[in-house]
């Protein structure tokens, strides 16, 4: 098992590693987007951020098999799903959640990936 923290994303804000590599398979822990107030900027940067530590783990969008999604208001799906649809091409298995809150006041979007290769 490897931690993965890549220099290009977010350092932790708790005790917890952005990534795990074991084996052929990679995990990544929720990724916020940060606190703008369009909901676009925030799916576009949550997605970066994903794709930071795939990226320092060897793998790419291409290999995530599964994703979870929260939200902190379902009326920003459209919005959100515009830009995950340009980020995960391959059309992972994913589950989205609208949640109260999230650990960052003003964060509206979270996404945790799973990737296989």
């Known amino acids: 098992m490897e931690h993965i923290t890549p220099a290009n994303g977010n350092p932790p804000i708790g005790p917890y590693t952005p990534g795990i590599k074991a084996g052929n398979m990679c995990f990544t822990s929720g990724q916020l987007g940060g606190t703008d107030p369009d909901i676009a900027v925030q799916a576009e940067n949550a997605c970066k951020n994903v794709g930071a530590i795939l990226e320092a783990a060897g793998f790419g969008f291409e290999d995530v098999v599964k994703t979870t999604c929260y939200l902190t208001d379902i009326k920003d799906f459209a919005a959100f ?30 996404i945790e990936a799973v990737a296989v290769k």
């Open 81 to 110: 799903n515009a830009v995950y649809a340009k980020f995960f091409v391959s059309k992972p298995a994913r589950s989205c959640f609208a949640v109260k809150e999230l650990p960052v006041a003003g964060a509206k979007i979270e």
